[in-house]
C-alpha cells in the first residue's frame, strides 16, 4: 500500500504538467496566430502608404511656401512623409518630427480632413492626431523620442547611427532643400544613446584607426567630430576610468595625442590631455589600492 502511495505521488508533477500542455499550446497558438494578424496588418499599411495619392493641394500648398523647390525636390519631400508615416505604423504615434518641410506637409494634409481620416484608418487602423510637444514637455522626454526616430531612419537606410557617413533623409531634407527655417541636424550629432557603460577604449582606439586612414579632408573632419563627441560622452560617464583596464585606457590617450585634430577637438591640446591622463592613472592607483585594501582585509578575516 505504501510504495503504491509513493508511486502516485511520484506521478502527480507528470499528471500536471500533461494537464497542462493542452492550455499552454492553446496560448502559445493564440499569441503565434495574433502576431501574424499584426504583421499582416503592419505589411498592408506600410503599402498603402507606399501607394497612396495625397491630395494634389497638398503640392500647390508646399510650392507656394516655398516657391524655390523644383518637381524633384517636392518629390523628396513626400517620399519623406511617406517614410515617416510608415515609421508610424512600425513603432507608434509618438515619433519626433526631424524635418520642417515635411512637417508642414503633415499639416497642409490634416486640413483635408475627410481624406486624412481616411489615410488614418487604412494605414493606421486609427486616427493618427497630431500633437505637437508642448513648451513644458520634459527635455528627456523629447530626447528619446528623437533618438528612436534617429535609430530607426539609420536602420531603414543602413547607415551606421554611431558613426553616420551621411544624415538619413528626414534629418537632411531641410538643409538640403534650403528650408530657411528649417531644422538643421549634423552628422557629428548625439542622438544614438551611449550604452550604459560608454563605448570601450578598444572600440574608440579602433575607430582612431580607421581615423588615421582617412586621406578625404571633409571626411576626416566629419569622422573628427563625431569621434570626439563620442569620446568626450565616455570620458564624462561616472566611473569610466574604473570600468576599464589601465592599459586600455593608455592605449586610448596615446592614441588621441597621436592625432593632432583629435587631441584638440577632444581636450583643446596636449597639455590638458596629459593633465586628464594623470587624472586617470590618479583614479585607478586609487581604485588598486582600496581593492588591496579589501583583498587583504578579507584574507585576514
Given at each position: 500500500?505504501?510504495?503504491?502511495?509513493?508511486?502516485?505521488?511520484?506521478?502527480?508533477?507528470?499528471?500536471?504538467?500533461?494537464?497542462?500542455?493542452?492550455?499552454?499550446?492553446?496560448?502559445?497558438?493564440?499569441?503565434?496566430?495574433?502576431?501574424?494578424?499584426?504583421?499582416?496588418?503592419?505589411?498592408?499599411?506600410?503599402?498603402?502608404?507606399?501607394?497612396?495619392?495625397?491630395?494634389?493641394?497638398?503640392?500647390?500648398?508646399?510650392?507656394?511656401?516655398?516657391?524655390?523647390?523644383?518637381?524633384?525636390?517636392?518629390?523628396?519631400?513626400?517620399?519623406?512623409?511617406?517614410?515617416?508615416?510608415?515609421?508610424?505604423?512600425?513603432?507608434?504615434?509618438?515619433?519626433?518630427?526631424?524635418?520642417?518641410?515635411?512637417?508642414?506637409?503633415?499639416?497642409?494634409?490634416?486640413?483635408?480632413?475627410?481624406?486624412?481620416?481616411?489615410?488614418?484608418?487604412?494605414?493606421?487602423?486609427?486616427?493618427?492626431?497630431?500633437?505637437?510637444?508642448?513648451?513644458?514637455?520634459?527635455?528627456?522626454?523629447?530626447?528619446?523620442?528623437?533618438?528612436?526616430?534617429?535609430?530607426?531612419?539609420?536602420?531603414?537606410?543602413?547607415?551606421?547611427?554611431?558613426?553616420?557617413?551621411?544624415?538619413?533623409?528626414?534629418?537632411?531634407?531641410?538643409?538640403?532643400?534650403?528650408?530657411?527655417?528649417?531644422?538643421?541636424?549634423?552628422?557629428?550629432?548625439?542622438?544614438?544613446?551611449?550604452?550604459?557603460?560608454?563605448?570601450?577604449?578598444?572600440?574608440?582606439?579602433?575607430?582612431?584607426?580607421?581615423?588615421e586612414s582617412e586621406t578625404n579632408p571633409a571626411e576626416r573632419s566629419c569622422l573628427v567630430a563625431q569621434l570626439a563627441?563620442?569620446?568626450?560622452?565616455?570620458?564624462?560617464?561616472?566611473?569610466?576610468?574604473?570600468?576599464?583596464?589601465?592599459?586600455?585606457?593608455?592605449?586610448?590617450?596615446d592614441a588621441i595625442i597621436r592625432d593632432d585634430d583629435l587631441v584638440v577637438a577632444v581636450f583643446g591640446d596636449s597639455?590638458?590631455?596629459?593633465?586628464?591622463?594623470?587624472?586617470?592613472?590618479?583614479?585607478?592607483?586609487?581604485?588598486?589600492?582600496?581593492?588591496?585594501?579589501?583583498?587583504?582585509?578579507?584574507?585576514?578575516?
Amino acid at each position: 500500500m505504501t510504495s503504491t502511495l509513493l508511486f502516485l505521488f511520484a506521478l502527480l508533477p507528470l499528471l500536471f504538467l500533461f494537464a497542462l500542455l493542452p492550455g499552454l499550446w492553446l496560448i502559445f497558438s493564440a499569441v503565434d496566430f495574433l502576431s501574424s494578424i499584426r504583421s499582416a496588418r503592419l505589411e498592408r499599411g506600410k503599402a498603402f502608404i507606399a501607394e497612396f495619392e495625397f491630395p494634389s493641394g497638398l503640392r500647390d500648398r508646399l510650392q507656394k511656401r516655398y516657391p524655390h523647390l523644383t518637381e524633384a525636390q517636392m518629390d523628396r519631400v513626400f517620399e519623406g512623409f511617406r517614410l515617416y508615416m510608415t515609421f508610424t505604423v512600425y513603432h507608434g504615434q509618438k515619433l519626433a518630427m526631424p524635418s520642417c518641410v515635411v512637417d508642414c506637409v503633415w499639416h497642409d494634409f490634416l486640413l483635408y480632413s475627410l481624406e486624412y481620416k481616411q489615410f488614418c484608418d487604412k494605414a493606421f487602423g486609427n486616427f493618427f492626431h497630431h500633437t505637437p510637444f508642448e513648451p513644458n514637455t520634459p527635455h528627456f522626454f523629447i530626447r528619446k523620442s528623437l533618438e528612436k526616430v534617429w535609430l530607426v531612419s539609420c536602420q531603414e537606410e543602413n547607415i551606421d547611427p554611431i558613426y553616420p557617413k551621411r544624415l538619413p533623409l528626414l534629418f537632411a531634407l531641410d538643409a538640403e532643400l534650403a528650408i530657411a527655417d528649417g531644422f538643421r541636424h549634423s552628422l557629428a550629432n548625439d542622438y544614438y544613446p551611449l550604452p550604459k557603460l560608454g563605448i570601450t577604449p578598444s572600440g574608440l582606439c579602433h575607430q582612431i584607426q580607421v581615423l588615421e586612414s582617412e586621406t578625404n579632408p571633409a571626411e576626416r573632419s566629419c569622422l573628427v567630430a563625431q569621434l570626439a563627441l563620442r569620446i568626450c560622452q565616455s570620458l564624462q560617464l561616472k566611473d569610466y576610468f574604473g570600468r576599464y583596464p589601465k592599459k586600455d585606457l593608455e592605449k586610448l590617450f596615446d592614441a588621441i595625442i597621436r592625432d593632432d585634430d583629435l587631441v584638440v577637438a577632444v581636450f583643446g591640446d596636449s597639455t590638458l590631455a596629459e593633465a586628464k591622463r594623470g587624472e586617470m592613472k590618479h583614479r585607478k592607483e586609487e581604485q588598486e589600492k582600496l581593492e588591496a585594501s579589501c583583498g587583504c582585509s578579507s584574507s585576514c578575516g
